[in-house]
């Protein structure tokens, strides 16, 4: 039996590429791109071109296992579905009727889902009143937040746009690595003259094929981006009307804060040349319609939320928001108008106790009245993925922790559980999709039968609801019922569609309201100055100012980590496929030359990256694409892939400035050989 299936690529990526998905007796055989979707325009990346091996690895799950060993070992015993679910059920109950809900704590906010399976068992926590999870803080919160104050809750320009722009800057984004449909739009932009600007702290793939790479100090774009606002103001390429309609508090950043971000002192700041800082300003005061992607590392730090503020601000200077191919895009999730509050927040208490994913370790750890006994993690790799994952583990180890993971390979934290239950992956569900790089929706059907005993999320958190009791619809709805229940509220472009015709309509394109960006800020308009800010005891103007905290720890350690997205893992949703494992190579730290032979270390050495908090065992790649100072660790790879240790034991559970999310690139450390024998290595202390 041979069948194609149009639908949708669902791993955490801003593409959100249609795909054609050919099956033959029930097994994934190829994936093509659907060439009828004008974005993702028929060609997947070199990751979702392996998906049938995924699927099809030998690595998933076949059915739920229960620990029969010591926590983290990895010792499981298969169990039927019945027994699993039965014991579940029992377990919280009896944590319900000691402790109260609170005491459970439901850890899964997205991953690669489309909305139902994501927020279904978000909805399950939050009917039931469990410790309620703020989702995505160590992705995109602090991002989301100073985009908001500033530009307003709702998409940036349409990435189909840029093919009418004449200068691209890609700001902290890596466009060939995480979005390279859109890489394919700046390629036909360039064709036709446009220039590209990459701004990245290490010569990423995009940078080292940009037509000019500026290399700021990690954490340093607040200053650069208020650098060539000084310039631009200084040399009259300000649009004052656009300005006087479009923008608050303009003013107030001309008096206060742009006086002192000469070119000398950004310079000082950024170690970009003064003369460099100059040529940015003037392509971009002189540009048509400049086009801004901003990526999400650059908000990875203390620094991180006015970064984003600034760069934001920038197209307001030259009114390039206002004209087409101009603007900025960080996110376009916020425009699509569906009303997905229903399926995630059922019944359920408006307010709980809450904990911020950054943090999980230490609510693991010391949160009391009650502490949290039972925890269940879906879609989410915490144990890799998370700051101060040793924290993370020792949470995890807790012996009168319940901890079930639904996943379909056996990760990291699926180690530390007490039930491992075997997840569907996307191919295997229904679901509706909305990009979060782009303006397309689109409904996905299954490709193939759930692989082996998986379940979907979807199907997992109906029924757990089910025999806990809850009643909410949304625990018996179908994906279409669903579907019709998030387009019921919805506003914009997709109030028009038609719920029933969704299933075969293929992509929807929902795009943003002609006539250039919309600001859904308080004021409606771009806001240089925000009083939301200030009322939460925040700069209301964007700013750089040195972090103590930040100078001290860089006065103890000599080298600043840098993490960056694998090519061919993102995260650890693929190193369940072996082929994919082996083309990343095995995992490194990249050190400039200079800091190789400072050290005596050369290429290929086993070294270990430390600090304070943990050691990671690597292989040494020495190369410039970093600057001197920065260790560059690319990819959270899982235990075991390492000599020793995964990438986040070494970072803080520090917030970001604004949103509270998590600082990866705040995080200061030493390097040395793996011969060294002065203690410490192998505990991953610091002696
Ligand atoms: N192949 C692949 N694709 C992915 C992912 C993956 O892991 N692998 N992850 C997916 C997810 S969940 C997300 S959120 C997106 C993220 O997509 P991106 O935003 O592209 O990735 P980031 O991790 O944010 O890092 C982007 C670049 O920012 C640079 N950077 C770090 N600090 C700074 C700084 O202070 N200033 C500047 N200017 N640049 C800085 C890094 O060197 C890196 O090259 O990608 C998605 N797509
Ligand atoms: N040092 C450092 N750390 C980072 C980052 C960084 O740049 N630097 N980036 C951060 C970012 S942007 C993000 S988004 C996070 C990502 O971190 P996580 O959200 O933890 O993402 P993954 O590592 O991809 O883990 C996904 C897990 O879900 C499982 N899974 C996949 N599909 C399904 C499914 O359909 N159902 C279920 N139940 N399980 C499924 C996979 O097997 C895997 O175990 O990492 C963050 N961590
Ligand atoms: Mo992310």
Redesign the pocket.
């Known amino acids: 039996m041979k069948a194609t299936v149009r639908t949708v690529c669902?791993h955490?990526c801003p593409d959100m590429c249609s795909l054609l998905a050919h099956v033959e007796d029930g097994r994934i055989v190829r994936i093509q791109g659907d060439p009828d979707q004008p974005f993702t325009d028929g060609f997947v990346c070199a990751k979702v071109s392996r998906e049938p091996d995924l699927v099809h690895s030998r690595e998933r799950i076949p059915r739920p296992l229960r620990r029969s060993g010591e926590k983290g070992t990895g010792a499981f015993a298969p169990v039927s579905w019945e027994e699993a679910l039965a014991e579940v059920v029992a377990r919280w109950r009896a944590i319900i009727a000691e402790d109260g809900p609170l005491a459970i704590l439901g850890y899964c906010y997205?991953?690669?889902?489309g909305q139902f399976?994501r927020w279904l068992p978000m909805a399950l926590f939050h009917a039931l009143g469990a410790t309620r999870l703020l989702p995505g803080t160590?992705?995109?919160t602090c991002a989301d937040a100073a985009w908001d104050a500033t530009v307003g809750p709702i998409g940036g320009a349409d990435p189909e746009s840029v093919v009418r722009s004449d200068l691209v800057i890609a700001w902290g984004a890596d466009l060939v690595t995480t979005n390279v449909h859109f890489w394919a739009k700046v390629e036909r932009a360039r064709r036709t003259g446009a220039t590209l600007v990459a701004i990245d702290p290490r010569r990423s793939r995009t940078a080292a094929l940009a037509d000019w790479h500026l290399a700021p100090r990690i954490g340093t774009d607040a200053a650069l981006a208020l650098g060539v606002m000084h310039v631009l103001v200084r040399d009259g390429r300000c649009d004052r009307e656009y300005l006087a309609r479009e923008t608050l508090g303009f003013e107030r950043l001309e008096r206060e804060v742009l006086p002192r971000f000469t070119p000398a002192r950004t310079a000082a700041i950024t170690g970009i040349a003064p003369s460099d800082v100059e040529r940015l300003a003037g392509l971009y005061g002189r540009a048509r319609a400049p086009f801004i992607r901003i990526g999400?590392?650059m908000s990875?730090n203390v620094h991180g939320g006015q970064a984003i503020r600034a760069v934001a601000l920038l197209p307001g200077i030259t009114g390039a928001y206002g004209r087409p191919g101009g603007g900025a895009l960080l996110a376009t999730s916020q425009s699509f108008g569906l009303d997905v509050d229903p399926v995630r927040r059922p019944s359920g208490p408006t307010r709980t106790r809450t904990v911020n994913p950054s943090r999980l370790g230490d609510a693991l750890l010391h949160l009391d009245a009650p502490r949290i006994r039972a925890l269940f993690v879906?879609?989410?790799?915490?144990a890799?993925?998370?700051p101060d994952a040793g924290a993370v583990r020792r949470g995890l180890s807790r012996d009168d922790l319940f901890t079930v993971v639904?996943?379909?390979?056996l990760?990291d934290?699926a180690r530390y559980a007490d039930l491992v239950l075997p997840?569907?992956?996307?191919l295997e569900t229904e679901d509706l999709y909305r990009s979060y790089g782009t303006y397309y929706l689109q409904f996905g059907p299954r490709a193939i039968a759930p692989v082996g005993e998986a379940w979907?999320?979807l199907r997992l958190a109906q029924e757990l609801a089910r025999r806990l009791g809850l009643r909410d619809a949304v625990f018996s709805m179908t994906p279409d019922e669903l579907a019709r229940t998030v387009l019921r509220g919805a506003t914009g472009a997709l109030s028009s569609v038609d719920p029933g015709a969704l299933r075969t309509a293929g992509p929807i394109k929902v795009p943003p309201a002609p006539g250039g960006q919309r600001f859904a800020t308080p004021s409606g308009k771009l806001e240089f100055y925000s009083a939301a800010l200030e009322a939460q005891g925040l700069p209301p103007l964007p700013d750089w100012e040195p972090d103590p905290a930040e100078d001290a720890e860089a006065r103890r350690w000599p080298l600043r980590l840098l993490?960056?997205?694998g090519y061919y893992q993102?995260?650890?949703?693929y190193s369940?496929n072996p082929v994919l494992r082996a083309r990343q190579g095995p995992p490194v730290a990249v050190l400039h030359p200079a800091e190789a032979v400072r050290r005596g270390l050369r290429d290929g050495d086993d070294i270990d990256v430390y600090n304070d908090r943990g050691a990671l065992g690597v292989t040494l790649r020495v190369s410039d694409e970093v600057p001197p100072g920065v260790v560059l660790v690319p990819g959270?790879r899982p235990s075991g892939e390492a000599r020793h240790g995964t990438?986040?034991t070494l970072?803080s559970t520090r917030y970001t400035d604004l949103g509270e999310g998590?600082t990866?690139q705040s995080t200061f450390v030493e390097v040395r050989g793996a011969g060294h024998r002065d203690g410490g290595a192998a505990d991953g202390r610091r002696p």
């Open positions: 669902a955490d997205s991953a690669h889902q399976n160590v992705c995109d999400w590392g990875r879906a879609g989410n790799n915490p890799v993925t998370c639904h996943t379909p390979f990760s934290t997840a569907a992956t996307f979907s999320n993490t960056a997205p993102s995260h650890t949703a369940g959270q990438v986040n970072c998590a990866y």
